[in-house]
C-alpha cells in the first residue's frame, strides 16, 4: 500500500503540471545505501550521522519518501546541493528533475543521539546507472568528526543551534572522500569517549566501543555490512576522555588509571576492528598537545606496531580556528584537515590497494 500511494503521489506531483507524464509507470528505485542502517521490509532506519542514500533517475519528477520527525537532510542531484529537507515528517518530496539521467542523493546532515529517522525510499523513472565506486573510507570519532555546529556563524550556542547548524556532509571526513571518489562512513557521536564521556557524566550508558557495531544506539542488532569492506579508517577519539580531571566517584582513582584503561580499551578497540577488516590501513589520529589525548593515542599506536601491526599510520591533526558552536570547529577548519589527510593519502596511493 504505501509504494503504491508513492507511485500515486509522485505522478501526481504539482512540480509535473507543464511536463508531459512519462507512457511507463513510476517505480520503486533501486538504490545504494551507504552508514550504518537497519533495513526494514519498507525503507531503511538510521541514527549514525553521515549516512545517504542515492539512486539514479530520469526526469520529470522524483518522490522522496521520508518518515522521520528527527534529522535534517541535504538534497543533491548530479553533485550539486539542490535543497535542506528538515525534520520532513511522515511525508514526501517531490523534485522536478530535467530531461536526461541524473544522480539523486539524501544526505543525512544532522546529529541524532537520541532519536531515530527511516528513509523509505525513491519513486520515479530510472536512470542509468552510474558506475560503482570502488573505493570505501570510514571515520571513526566524536563531534569533531560529526561535524558538529560547523555552520554557526557564532560560538555560542543552543541545543537547538547546534542541532540547526551542524552538517556531517562538510565534516572532514566526506570532503576527503569525495575528494578520492570513495564512499565513506561516519561512526562518530558527540561527547562520546572509548572509557570517559564529556565531563565524566554525558551519555552515562553509552561508550563507542559498545555503539560501534550497532546499526541504532539502543539496539544490539549488529549493522549489516553489505559488502562495505573500507581500504582506509581514520580514528580519532579522546578528546571526551580526557576533558576534565577524574573527580570522587568515578571508576579511576587518578589520571594515571583512566590513561592506562583508555590506552588498554583503544588497543582492543583496534584488534577487534582489525578482525573484520583485515586489509584496511588504519590512521590514528588526535590533535597535538592535548595531554592524555595525544600521549594515548601516541601510545596505542606504538602498542600496536610493537605487537605487529604494519597497516597502520599516526596523524596529528592541524590547529583550528573552532568558533563554530561552543568552541567547535567551523567548515574552514573541516577543510583544513581534511587538506591534511588528502596531501598524506596522496602521498601514499597504496592505502587503495590498488583500487
Not at 512519462?22 to 538510521?46: D, F, I, R
Not at 523509505?120 to 566524536?142: C, K, N
Not at 555490512?225 to 573527580?247: E, H, K, L
Amino acid at each position: 500500500m504505501l509504494i503504491a500511494a508513492l507511485m500515486s503521489l509522485a505522478m501526481l506531483s504539482p512540480v509535473q503540471q507543464s511536463i508531459p507524464q512519462p507512457t511507463e509507470p513510476a517505480v520503486l528505485l533501486p538504490m545504494k545505501v551507504v552508514g550504518k542502517v537497519l533495513p526494514h521490509a519498507q525503507g531503511y532506519s538510521h541514527q549514525w550521522p553521515g549516512v545517504y542514500f542515492e539512486t539514479q533517475a530520469k526526469g520529470p519528477v522524483i518522490s522522496l519518501a521520508f518518515q522521520d520527525d528527527n534529522s535534517n537532510f541535504n538534497v543533491v542531484v548530479d553533485g550539486k546541493p539542490l535543497l535542506i529537507v528538515k525534520k520532513p515528517g511522515a511525508t514526501q518530496v517531490n523534485i522536478s528533475l530535467p530531461e536526461g539521467s541524473h544522480t539523486v542523493r539524501v544526505e543525512k546532515r544532522s546529529e541524532t543521539q537520541y532519536a531515530t529517522g527511516q528513509f523509505l525510499g525513491f519513486v520515479g523513472w530510472p536512470g542509468t546507472p552510474a558506475a560503482a565506486l570502488t573505493r570505501q573510507i570510514e571515520f571513526v570519532g566524536d563531534s569533531l568528526t560529526v561535524g558538529y555546529g560547523n555552520t554557526s556563524p557564532y560560538s555560542d550556542c543552543t541545543p537547538e543551534d547546534i542541532f540547526e547548524t551542524t552538517d556531517a556532509q562538510q565534516g572532514f571526513g566526506p570532503i576527503i572522500a569525495k575528494h578520492f571518489t570513495a564512499d565513506y562512513q561516519i561512526n562518530a557521536f558527540s561527547g562520546l569517549g572509548m572509557v570517559r564521556n564529556y565531563g565524566g557524566f554525558e551519555h552515562p550508558k553509552y561508550r563507542m566501543p559498545m555503539l560501534y557495531p550497532r546499526a541504532l544506539f539502543d539496539d544490539p542488532t549488529p549493522a549489516p555490512r553489505d559488502g562495505w569492506m573500507p581500504q582506509v579508517m581514520v580514528i580519532g577519539i579522546g578528546g571526551n576522555d580526557f576533558s576534565t580531571p577524574v573527580a570522587a566517584g568515578e571508576p579511576w582513582k587518578d589520571e594515571a588509571a583512566l590513561q592506562a584503561d583508555y590506552e588498554k580499551t583503544y588497543v582492543r578497540f583496534v584488534k577487534n576492528l582489525r578482525k573484520t577488516n583485515p586489509d584496511a590501513f588504519l590512521i590514528l589520529t588526535s590533535p597535538d598537545e592535548r595531554n592524555g589525548y595525544t600521549q594515548g593515542t601516541t601510545a596505542v599506536y606504538e602498542a600496536l606496531k610493537a605487537d605487529g601491526e604494519t597497516k597502520i599510520a599516526r596523524l596529528t591533526i592541524p590547529p583550528t580556528v573552532s568558533d563554530g558552536c561552543n568552541g567547535h570547529p567551523n567548515t574552514r577548519d573541516d577543510a583544513n584537515i581534511a587538506k591534511m589527510f588528502i596531501a598524506w593519502l596522496e602521498a601514499h596511493p597504496e592505502v587503495w590497494q590498488g583500487k
